[in-house]
C-alpha cells in the first residue's frame, strides 16, 4: 500500500504541475492598456482560437485527474 501512496503523490505533483502550466498557457482576457494593443494585433493578425480551445480541453482533462487523486489520496489516508 506504500508503493502505490507514493505512485499517486508523483502523479498528483506531476497534474499539479501540469495543471498550473496549462492555465497559464490560455491567452487572458483582453483588459487595460496592454488589451488595446494586443487587441489592435488580434484584428490585424487574427487570434488563435484553435489553441485556445484544445488548452481549455486540455485543461478540463488534468483538473479532473488533480481532482481523482486528490479525492484518492485522502481516502488513502485513512
Given amino acids: 500500500m506504500d508503493v502505490v501512496n507514493i505512485l499517486l503523490t508523483v502523479f498528483h505533483v506531476i497534474l499539479s504541475v501540469s495543471l498550473i502550466a496549462v492555465i497559464l498557457l490560455q491567452s487572458g482576457k483582453s483588459a487595460g492598456l496592454s488589451g488595446a494593443i ?8 487574427g487570434k488563435k482560437k484553435g489553441m485556445d480551445e484544445f488548452l481549455g480541453k486540455v485543461t478540463v482533462f488534468v483538473a479532473l485527474g488533480f481532482a481523482v487523486t486528490s479525492l484518492t489520496l ?4 485513512k
Wanted: glycine share 16%.
Fill in 38 to 45: 494586443a487587441g489592435g494585433a488580434e484584428t490585424f493578425f
Fill in 74 to 77: 485522502i481516502v488513502l489516508a
